[in-house]
């Protein structure tokens, strides 16, 4: 079965509870709809209000309700890798974010999502407000903010290019034999980006380099497309480059991140051991 939204505008006609009026529609079992629910593919529109997922089978529907279905089977069945809290500061949360997850849900679903998992490990009790994101094909450390000025001062300090991000990357080629200086200033999308880094070391067995770099500025794939366009892209990476195959996918973590608390807690630094990935 391929992907599919259904959509209904409740009326009178319609059975009273969502999960009863999709089902009536859609022809889908009631337990499909309840998990399609459970894992965030439904989203309930009241008049003069915003979509919001809708978990709630048993929810009473009213007159102008809108119910949208965003049925991907292949992604419902997906079992997520499952990220791990790395320090709980109170005010925001650091946790490694594994290579396959996404750091947001989409309207097929957000079990697959960071942000879901953060909801469900402080069992609700804490709201979430995601400030940065790393792209789903790579893993590493992502600040996640639990209250609305926390997120603001922190997004201040992204935005400001005060918070420390430094990856560990493996690229294909020898960028020792590169005329390369260790930054690389190509704009991206029309807009300004630089991405730095330093040479760790290269592998002649399998004909790449270890870098560790550090981005400047927060462009879409940044380092991805940077490395790709001087010639060396990153090692597993699906969209950017060409000869860069790798059975262990995506060989880009951001192990370290850096920054002063806006919160009061001074100097916070995280770092993720690497060596593993870096043999």
């Known amino acids: 079965m391929t992907a599919t939204l259904h959509e209904l505008t409740f009326d009178p006609t319609c059975p009273a509870t969502a999960c009863d009026a999709l089902a009536a529609r859609t022809g889908l079992s009631k337990s499909s709809i309840k998990q399609a629910m ?42 997520p890798p499952i990220a791990d809290c790395f320090r709980d500061l109170g005010h925001y949360t650091i946790w490694f974010k594994p290579a396959g997850l996404l750091t947001q849900g989409t309207r097929y679903g957000d079990h697959c999502s960071l942000a879901r998992q953060v909801e469900q490990y402080f069992k609700m009790k ?56 260790g930054h690389i200033g190509l704009d991206l999308d029309g807009k300004t980006a630089l991405t730095r880094f330093h040479i760790i070391r290269y592998d002649p067995d399998n004909d790449r380099t270890l870098v560790h770099a550090q981005i400047h500025t927060g462009r879409l794939h940044q380092i991805r497309r940077h490395f790709s366009h001087i010639g060396f892209p990153v090692m597993g990476d699906p969209r950017y480059g060409r000869g860069n195959h790798c059975p262990e996918g995506l060989q880009l973590v951001a192990f370290r991140i850096a920054l002063d608390c806006p919160l009061g807690n001074g100097r916070i630094e995280a770092n993720i051991n690497v060596e593993g990935f870096e043999t």
């Open 38 to 79: 459970i894992k965030g593919a439904v989203w309930l529109r009241r008049p003069k209000s915003k979509a919001r997922r809708l978990r709630k089978a048993t929810t009473i529907l009213k007159h102008g309700d809108t119910l949208q279905l965003y049925y991907d089977p292949t992604i419902l069945a997906v079992s």
């Open 126 to 181: 804490r709201k979430v407000f995601l400030v940065h994101r790393i792209d789903r094909e790579a893993s590493g450390l992502v600040i996640v903010a639990h209250n609305q000025p926390a997120a603001a001062k922190i997004s201040a300090l992204f935005r400001k290019n005060l918070i420390e991000k430094e990856y560990a990357v493996w690229v294909r080629g020898n960028l020792t034999q590169s005329p390369s200086d």
